[in-house]
């Protein structure tokens, strides 16, 4: 009897549609659990632990701006009338449900290449306009898979042009130069094996997703909340109507529809860019990454009150993660202030060898991955200790980088955080695609871990 992954799945999904909460409450949640082991394990005092936490709070606020950035950004990219018109041209090529949720799957990882949150959005935008597409054409698909597949090419995001755990040890001065050097970006993002072994993720990904597929009495088509919120501000058809009989009216109308105006922005940015790259190499930051999106988005935008437009429907997105990072942060100040951090990971190093390292920092990071869900607050974290611990036993700095950076990404397919955007766009909650994603995340444990295991001490 064939394997029926759709069979495997379906106590995931009763189990995530019935008991999974909101991201917010998973966030409460796991600031409760971080008190208690703080009380728990360490000497920290209650007063002592709550004036860490309430400090911490504003500890990301930096960081938090910038994936702001890279969201609004990156959904106002996406909305441009050629990547819009892009988006629909490929929701017409699957012939069938298993080819649909296998496109959206590895149109949602490339993106997620470029920049995790372009994935996510690009990923949101595809599954709701094939849905539309299929639906219009008496093709049935199961939206939450579809969402699900957009949600698990974002899996491999950390491995990507926006990685920010290999992003920050190629930056001169940071702070772990003095253990492990400047890792270019060639040891990690652009290394032969971990572009194969991205690639190779996605592809299996892809499969699995298509094999999820459920009988056609489990199907859920697209909601009306989808069908009707998913443009957000791209379709501007009626503010342009209006905005062409202002024109005639004033100059400053004339210029809120200047295309000239935010093309020459765009450029300037995009010279800035150029001139970036030109005097440091190819060096990645965040920021660079943010001013890529806004740059090329400000070219393909049909004017400055069109981009404007576009990045007031992408504001809605950014809301959740404006109230949860605080929290988060508050997270991450109890475990980097604390003995807790040490603790997590030393007990993992203690089990290590040259050899497996780079697999114990992937666990590692995973389980920490749920009480800090970001990348570069993650190898803040963890990084002083691998990097001392790679010290000892001889491990080269590219495994153990890639290691915290693959168990980021792993975990995200169970921590709800990041689905926040994607599900923002689709009309969903989290628990519609948690089950799905379950699978997924099984398969990316065997898939990353034994990259890593193969790959060695580097």
């Given at each position: 009897?064939?394997?029926?992954?759709?069979?495997?799945?379906?106590?995931?999904?009763?189990?995530?549609?019935?008991?999974?909460?909101?991201p917010f409450v998973?966030?409460?949640?796991?600031?409760a659990?971080?008190?208690?082991?703080?009380?728990?394990?360490?000497?920290?005092?209650?007063p002592?632990?709550?004036?860490?936490?309430?400090q911490?709070?504003?500890g990301l606020?930096?960081?938090?701006?910038?994936?702001?950035?890279?969201?609004?950004?990156?959904?106002?990219?996406?909305h441009?009338?050629?990547?819009?018109?892009?988006?629909?041209?490929?929701?017409?090529?699957?012939?069938?449900?298993?080819?649909?949720?296998?496109?959206?799957?590895?149109?949602?990882?490339?993106?997620?290449?470029?920049?995790?949150?372009?994935g996510?959005?690009?990923?949101?935008?595809?599954?709701?306009?094939?849905?539309?597409h299929?639906?219009?054409h008496?093709?049935?698909?199961?939206?939450?898979l579809?969402?699900?597949?957009?949600?698990?090419?974002?899996?491999?995001?950390?491995?990507?042009?926006?990685?920010?755990?290999?992003?920050?040890?190629?930056?001169?001065?940071?702070?772990?130069?003095?253990?492990?050097?400047?890792?270019?970006?060639?040891?990690?993002?652009?290394?032969?094996?971990?572009?194969?072994?991205?690639?190779?993720?996605?592809?299996?990904?892809?499969?699995?997703?298509?094999?999820?597929?459920?009988?056609?009495?489990?199907i859920?088509?697209?909601?009306?909340?989808?069908?009707?919120?998913?443009?957000?501000?791209?379709?501007?058809?009626?503010?342009?109507?209006?905005?062409?009989?202002?024109?005639?009216?004033?100059?400053?109308?004339?210029l809120?529809?200047?295309?000239?105006?935010?093309?020459?922005?765009?450029?300037?940015?995009?010279?800035?860019l150029?001139a970036?790259?030109?005097?440091?190499?190819?060096?990645?930051t965040l920021?660079?990454?943010?001013?890529?999106?806004?740059?090329?988005?400000?070219i393909?935008?049909?004017?400055p009150?069109?981009?404007?437009?576009?990045?007031?429907?992408?504001?809605?997105?950014?809301?959740?993660?404006?109230?949860?990072?605080p929290?988060?942060?508050?997270?991450?100040?109890?475990?980097m202030n604390?003995?807790?951090?040490?603790?997590?990971s030393?007990?993992?190093i203690?089990?290590?060898?040259?050899?497996?390292?780079?697999?114990?920092?992937?666990?590692?990071?995973?389980?920490?991955?749920?009480?800090?869900?970001?990348?570069g607050?993650?190898?803040?974290?963890?990084?002083?200790?691998?990097?001392?611990?790679?010290a000892q036993?001889?491990?080269?700095?590219?495994?153990?980088?890639?290691?915290?950076?693959y168990?980021?990404?792993?975990?995200?397919?169970?921590?709800?955080?990041?689905?926040?955007?994607?599900?923002?766009?689709?009309?969903?909650?989290?628990?519609?695609?948690?089950?799905?994603?379950?699978?997924?995340?099984l398969?990316?444990?065997?898939?990353?871990?034994?990259?890593?295991?193969?790959?060695?001490?580097?």
């Amino acid at each position: 009897m064939a394997l029926s992954l759709d069979r495997i799945a379906r106590p995931f999904v009763v189990l995530s549609e019935r008991f999974y909460p909101d991201p917010f409450v998973f966030a409460i949640v796991l600031t409760a659990l971080i008190f208690c082991l703080t009380l728990g394990w360490t000497d920290t005092s209650g007063p002592e632990a709550l004036m860490i936490w309430g400090q911490g709070l504003t500890g990301l606020l930096a960081f938090t701006s910038q994936i702001c950035v890279t969201l609004i950004g990156g959904y106002a990219l996406a909305h441009t009338d050629a990547m819009g018109r892009g988006i629909d041209r490929v929701a017409t090529w699957p012939r069938g449900p298993r080819s649909a949720y296998a496109l959206v799957a590895t149109i949602a990882g490339l993106a997620s290449l470029i920049a995790g949150a372009l994935g996510l959005v690009v990923g949101g935008l595809l599954a709701v306009s094939l849905a539309r597409h299929a639906k219009a054409h008496g093709l049935r698909l199961h939206f939450p898979l579809l969402v699900a597949s957009a949600y698990s090419g974002f899996l491999i995001w950390h491995m990507g042009y926006s990685g920010t755990a290999p992003l920050a040890v190629a930056t001169p001065g940071h702070a772990l130069e003095g253990a492990i050097g400047v890792v270019p970006i060639t040891q990690t993002t652009f290394s032969p094996w971990n572009l194969a072994l991205a690639f190779s993720t996605l592809a299996v990904v892809a499969c699995v997703c298509a094999a999820l597929a459920p009988g056609d009495e489990e199907i859920v088509e697209i909601p009306e909340s989808a069908e009707d919120g998913a443009d957000g501000g791209a379709n501007e058809g009626a503010g342009d109507a209006a905005l062409a009989t202002a024109r005639k009216r004033n100059v400053g109308a004339r210029l809120d529809g200047a295309r000239s105006l935010s093309v020459g922005l765009g450029l300037l940015l995009l010279a800035y860019l150029v001139a970036w790259f030109a005097g440091k190499g190819f060096q990645l930051t965040l920021d660079v990454v943010n001013w890529t999106f806004v740059g090329v988005g400000l070219i393909l935008a049909r004017s400055p009150r069109h981009y404007v437009d576009l990045i007031l429907g992408g504001s809605r997105i950014v809301g959740p993660v404006l109230l949860q990072y605080p929290f988060y942060a508050g997270v991450v100040a109890l475990m980097m202030n604390t003995e807790l951090v040490g603790l997590f990971s030393d007990g993992f190093i203690s089990i290590a060898s040259a050899e497996t390292l780079g697999f114990w920092a992937f666990i590692s990071g995973g389980l920490l991955n749920f009480f800090v869900p970001s990348g570069g607050g993650q190898w803040a974290v963890q990084g002083p200790i691998f990097a001392e611990a790679a010290a000892q036993l001889g491990v080269a700095a590219p495994p153990i980088v890639m290691g915290v950076a693959y168990g980021d990404q792993w975990t995200n397919l169970i921590q709800p955080f990041w689905t926040l955007p994607l599900l923002a766009i689709a009309g969903l909650d989290a628990r519609s695609i948690m089950g799905y994603c379950f699978v997924v995340f099984l398969v990316g444990f065997f898939m990353l871990g034994g990259g890593l295991l193969l790959l060695g001490a580097g």
